[in-house]
């Protein structure tokens, strides 16, 4: 068994950080999906970068792919791959900032919206995974990327699975494809529970889950996936009393499939997909 240890980062909001940012997107730029790498076991809703498919708007970046609901004002599901080129000795960069590629006219979200709300500027990819190079890290704190979190759940449930994953990475001699999502309206923050935040204009989700997809370090990733890949799949309570062991949580992909209503991994052979869809990891217990 790979050991695993809490990383507990405060990532409610603080005053000063607006100033902090030091890169800026293009105003106005579409992106336009070209093969990326964090969608080669496919694009779970069909996210595409028009503007008119404004609740499932696809956002291709080279560091992850999101698919983003406006009416929301958090991304649906972040798909990305992670490996050992993907870290490095970056630091953390703390620039919570807003992503002003999204279309002109819709609402950006900015870091004061989460202030005073009771949640975490919760992290789907998460800035760990991205440590190579301070681009790379910064762009892990676009508002694009980030949720409303119960600050337990992100520090100690959701921290504890980041670690565990990085050190299948880092010690394991293993790699990643992970999608990580949430759905429905409403969680408990400190501050309790809360449907809306920042007016009504950000859902605060009820569920967030997580599909990790591990292989050995490798090339031709896509044709290395078998009927015997490991795959590990969570859907959790956004709540501030999750239980920090997210290996409680462990489910099957085809039942977040059946959640959601998202059709993962639909890039991999059926005889492949329909096996590994109905597995339940055993977690860090696994050996």
């Not at 949640?119 to 949720?147: K, Q, V, Y």
């Not at 009927?227 to 949580?249: E, K, L, S």
Request: net charge negative; proline share 6%.
């Amino acid at each position: 068994m790979l050991a695993t240890c809490v990383r507990r980062i405060d990532t409610s909001p603080k005053p000063d950080e607006a100033a902090k940012t030091t890169t800026k997107e293009k105003p106005g730029a579409r992106t336009i999906f070209t093969g990326s790498e964090h969608l080669l076991l496919g694009n779970p809703s069909n996210a595409t970068a028009e503007e008119s498919n404004f609740n499932n708007y696809l956002l291709d970046k080279p560091q992850f792919a999101i698919s983003y609901s406006r009416d929301r004002g958090i991304p649906n599901w972040v798909s990305w791959h992670v490996n050992r080129d993907w870290m490095g000795d970056a630091p953390r960069q703390d620039n919570f900032r807003t992503d002003t590629t999204l279309p002109t006219g819709w609402y950006k979200v900015n870091t004061y919206a989460y202030s005073g709300s009771g949640f975490d500027r919760g992290h789907n990819c998460p800035s760990a995974d991205r440590s190579n190079t301070p681009e790379d890290n910064t762009a892990t704190f676009l508002m694009t990327n980030i949720i409303p979190q119960a600050p337990t759940h992100n520090r100690e449930t959701w921290g504890n699975m980041e670690e565990y994953i990085r050190t299948l990475i880092e010690q394991g001699g293993q790699e990643c494809y992970i999608i990580m999502g949430s759905y429905g309206k409403g969680g408990t923050g400190s501050n309790g529970f809360k449907e809306t935040i920042a007016g009504g204009k950000i859902t605060v989700p009820a569920q967030i889950w997580k599909v990790v997809v591990v292989i050995p370090e490798g090339d031709d990733d896509g044709n290395r996936i078998n009927q015997q890949t490991r795959v590990i799949a969570v859907n959790t309570p956004n709540t501030n009393n999750a239980n920090p062991d997210w290996a409680t949580y462990l489910t099957t992909v085809d039942a977040i499939e059946a959640a959601t209503g998202y059709d993962l991994l639909s890039a991999l052979p059926d005889e492949i997909e329909q096996i590994i869809e109905a597995k339940v990891d055993a977690g860090p217990e696994r050996r």
